[in-house]
């Protein structure tokens, strides 16, 4: 129904989500390019594996809240 509505918010919501999810995923594997000392290597691995998943739930969070939030969606 909002789709129909409003779509072009719509289109702009949907737009920014995918864009900082881009943001979120290029910083990931930059981090993972430049991983070079095999000493640590696992742990920086794992710390940037747990950031961008806990990046990634806020942003789940953070759209849909704003889902929520549109006329017509109750």
Do not use: C
Not at 7 to 32: C, D, H, K, S, V
Request: hydrophobic share 35%; aromatic share 10%; proline share 3%.
């Amino acid at each position: 129904t909002f789709f129909l509505t409003r779509p072009l918010q719509a289109l702009e919501e949907n737009l920014q989500f995918i864009t900082w999810l881009g943001m979120i995923y290029n910083t990931y594997w930059t981090r993972l390019a430049y991983m070079t000392d095999q000493e640590t290597v696992q742990t920086e691995l794992e710390d940037a594996t747990n950031e961008s998943i806990k990046k990634i739930k806020d942003l789940l969070d953070t759209h849909s809240e704003r889902s929520g939030n549109r006329p017509g969606l109750r």
